[in-house]
């Protein structure tokens, strides 16, 4: 699963895992592209991840933000 949608307007990116052996080949990055077109598809309006890499999500626009802002 990669899109969690958690009310109208917001939705959340999870369970996003590539396998070491395969990191490096741009996987990661069409999942998270994936994830971004399918919330666009239902006019998601807030779409956040909970993280260990931060800055793998700020190449496509998040900002870390604190967890606690979000319910």
């Not at 969690?4 to 741009?26: D, K």
């Not at 800055?55 to 802002?69: A, R």
Request: with cysteine; hydrophobic share 45%.
């Amino acid at each position: 699963m990669l899109l969690q949608f958690c009310w109208e307007n917001l939705a959340e990116i999870r369970s996003l895992a590539v396998a070491l052996e395969h990191t490096g080949q741009g996987i990661g990055t069409m999942l998270t592209e994936r994830a971004i077109q399918e919330a666009f598809f239902f006019k998601i309006r807030d779409l956040f991840t909970l993280t260990y890499r931060p800055s793998f999500f700020q190449q496509f626009g998040f900002t870390v933000i604190d967890k606690m802002t979000r319910p």
